[in-house]
């Protein structure tokens, strides 16, 4: 589908949310934006701003015209590191593409900790000064490739740890979107047990069926699916809350929800 069907034609689309966000902690998400997107290449595609998401004419002048079947797009309030590019999400790494909301509870604390936990190969490829995209790393150096839901879960499992071993108490927020190409993986944890706000939509058959005057649910295809941080409509039955510590898995037009802690 376009990019512009996600990113500003529902009601409470991610442009909307980037200056009126109903259910995040910052109404106000204006500290930059990314998009990435599978198209032609093997790699996915990534455009980052720093500018604001609605106060960028690029932006809506590409997603009036790339379409691509598997879309990440993440709106940025900066929890303290630099409002640059390289601070943008989603992070990429080969076919892999990352995104964080949250926040590692005192990051300058744990980051030289953190930082050393990762594979000395990656580390180069660092290139910002996030949280988040230390958090990318963490988790690619213990087999996210391989094995998602069993490396974040270890990657979590690091941070809780150095975060003990530095006096902080709670030092995970999260929650986390990442994807291969072919399956994207969500998930919904915070060290306090109150994590931010994640869905995912509904079948859409279904509610074409229930909705048959819709002309949005005609657009999509039957094995269409969103995983958002908050609904992007009001319409009735179409998105399901993410339960606490818990793994979305979205693959082939179906999605399977797992129990997840750290390890």
């Given amino acids: 589908m376009l990019l512009e069907d996600l990113l500003y034609k529902p009601a ?3 442009v909307v949310q980037s200056r009126h966000s109903q259910l995040g902690v910052e109404t106000v998400n204006g500290d930059g934006f990314g998009v990435g997107w599978y198209g032609a290449e093997d790699t996915p595609g990534l455009y980052h ?3 604001p ?11 009036a015209h ?11 309030a900066s929890t303290g590191t630099a409002v640059q590019q390289t601070n943008c999400h989603p992070f990429r790494h080969g076919r892999w593409l990352w995104m ?7 990051f300058p604390v744990l980051k030289r900790d953190l930082v050393l936990a990762v594979d000395p190969d990656l580390y180069p490829q660092i290139e910002g000064s ?8 963490l988790a690619l150096s213990l087999g996210l490739r391989e094995d998602p839901p069993a490396a974040v879960a270890r990657a979590v499992g690091v941070v809780e740890e150095v975060g003990r071993s ?23 944890y915070s060290s306090e047990g109150r994590s ?7 079948d859409v058959s279904t509610l074409r069926q229930q909705y048959p005057d819709n002309p949005v649910l005609h657009d999509l295809s039957d094995d269409a699916r969103l995983v958002v941080s908050e609904p992007l409509g009001d319409l009735r039955g179409a998105w399901r809350e993410v339960p606490e510590s818990t793994c979305v898995v979205v693959r082939e037009g179906n999605e399977e929800l797992l129990p997840f802690g750290p390890a």
């Fill in 12 to 14: 409470n689309s991610l």
């Fill in 49 to 51: 701003c720093t500018e």
């Fill in 53 to 63: 998401a609605w106060n960028d004419r690029n932006l809506k002048e590409l997603s």
């Fill in 66 to 76: 790339a379409r691509a079947g598997r879309v990440f797009a993440h709106i940025r």
């Fill in 100 to 106: 964080h909301n949250g926040a590692i509870t005192d």
């Fill in 130 to 137: 996030t949280d988040s995209e230390v958090f990318f790393f």
């Fill in 166 to 188: 530095h006096g902080v108490a709670l030092p995970m927020q999260m929650t986390v979107a990442t994807t291969d190409g072919e399956t994207t993986w969500a998930f919904r």
């Fill in 196 to 202: 931010r706000s994640l869905f995912h939509s509904t």
